[in-house]
């Protein structure tokens, strides 16, 4: 089977769409902090990040069987690289796995109902544990989420390396124009 050159619309869609997400997420946890407690809008933003966080683990899930049931493009760069490139998106699949989950998880410890784009709830189905909910809370706000960003920018200057200083068409084939040259 011939490798194709570049990535697919879909896989590139699904890589620009996480991406973008993960930013909205990602603002949205940080506006509701500009709210006091019991303030309607820090509601508001809260129920939006449940929201794109349960966006963000279907759309990884359907990145995840779309990339095992279509080829993907060779690797380009040093067997070093390319290593380094598989471990890199293996752990950013698990971590953008784990974040949702964690997320879903700690508000069931924490003894809330999950409402999602304000169209139905997601009913608590654990007991209350605040205990539980606190380390959830941890290895969802520092652990992973930090993880999470340390990798992107590793993720943002391995392409910029690819592109500037190996001059080859890692970066290219997965912008949106889907020009690789």
Same mark, same amino acid.
């Given at each position: 089977?011939?490798?194709?050159? !570049?990535?697919?619309?879909?896989?590139?869609?699904?890589?620009?769409?996480?991406?973008?997400?993960?930013?909205?997420?990602?603002?949205?946890?940080?506006? $509701?902090?500009? @709210? !006091?407690?019991?303030?309607?809008?820090?509601?508001?933003?809260?129920? /939006? $990040?449940?929201?794109?966080?349960?966006?963000?683990?279907?759309?990884?899930?359907?990145?995840? @069987?779309?990339?095992?049931?279509?080829?993907?493009?060779?690797?380009?760069?040093?067997?070093?690289?390319?290593?380094?490139?598989?471990?890199?998106?293996?752990?950013? @699949?698990?971590?953008? /796995?784990?974040?949702?989950i964690l997320g879903l998880i700690m508000k069931q410890f924490a003894g809330s109902d999950t409402t999602i784009f304000w169209l139905f709830e997601i009913p608590g189905f654990v007991e209350k544990n605040t205990d539980i909910a606190k380390q959830l809370a941890y290895l969802h706000k520092e652990l992973v989420w930090n993880t999470l960003l340390v990798l992107i920018c590793l993720h943002v200057a391995a392409a910029v390396w690819h592109h500037l200083v190996n001059k080859d068409a890692t970066l290219r084939r997965m912008l949106p124009s889907g020009r690789e040259s």
């Open positions: 089977m011939t490798l194709p050159s !570049q990535w697919n619309p879909v896989s590139k869609g699904l890589h620009w769409l996480i991406a973008i997400f993960v930013l909205f997420a990602w603002g949205s946890v940080e506006l $509701h902090e500009f @709210y !006091q407690k019991g303030d309607p809008m820090r509601e508001w933003w809260k129920t /939006l $990040h449940f929201s794109i966080g349960l966006t963000i683990l279907l759309l990884v899930a359907l990145r995840l @069987y779309w990339r095992t049931t279509h080829p993907r493009p060779q690797m380009l760069g040093s067997s070093m690289e390319r290593i380094v490139a598989r471990i890199t998106h293996v752990t950013f @699949y698990a971590l953008l /796995l784990a974040m949702p």
